[in-house]
């Protein structure tokens, strides 16, 4: 979804808008994941004092996961609850830019605005793209004690046991397991 920034660029009004999220799966390197359900998100758009742009956001949006142990699929709900702060585009030379804010009291944006700033627009799904990477779980688990996968055949272990035999075994014993395994009765 496309949000028109000209009232707030050319007459310092505000914008309050609740945008669609128009997205239907996230991609990223790592992947591809389905959005199960999303919510509307609720955006506020003005210049603060110094001209720059403050983009403040709130929504949610639920994706399909795979479980970290076993694979099977989880929805985790993502809270998209943000603050970007964009430099005014006349003020900011191209060096300006590449080197980044001057102090670490300028909490300008991390990304590049050019990247969900087309113009006088404002890409919605681009910046909630971004907004849910940086939300993204480390650890996604099925349940706590997800018992994960079989390391001999892959079975799924949550769904039984499979039967294999998966004695992890020092290799430094290796020997030792040997010399009792020549001696052992049938």
């Not at 720059?52 to 099977?72: A, H, K, M, Q, Y």
């Not at 830019?97 to 300028?106: H, K, T, V």
Request: glycine share 6%; aromatic share 6%.
């Amino acid at each position: 979804m496309m949000l028109n920034l000209t009232d707030v660029l050319l007459d310092d009004k505000r914008i309050a808008a609740e945008a669609v999220i128009g997205l239907k799966e996230l991609e990223f390197s790592f992947g591809s994941f389905p959005v199960e359900k999303s919510g509307p998100v609720l955006i506020t758009v003005e210049k603060d004092e110094k001209g720059n742009l403050e983009i403040d956001g709130r929504g949610t949006v639920s994706v399909r996961i795979p479980c970290d142990r076993c694979l099977d699929d989880v929805t985790v709900p993502l809270e998209l609850d943000f603050v970007e702060k964009v430099p005014q585009r006349a003020e900011v030379s191209p060096e300006e830019a590449r080197r980044g804010p001057e102090s670490e009291d300028d909490d300008i944006s991390a990304f590049d605005p050019d990247c969900y700033l087309d113009g006088y627009n404002l890409d919605v799904d681009k910046l909630l793209l971004g907004e849910a990477l940086l939300n993204w779980p480390s650890r996604v688990l099925c349940r706590e004690d997800c018992k994960g996968l079989c390391p001999v055949c892959g079975q799924n272990l949550n769904h039984g046991d499979c039967g294999c035999e998966r004695k992890a075994l020092d290799p430094r014993m290796a020997k030792v397991l040997d010399v009792f395994s020549k001696f052992k009765e049938v």
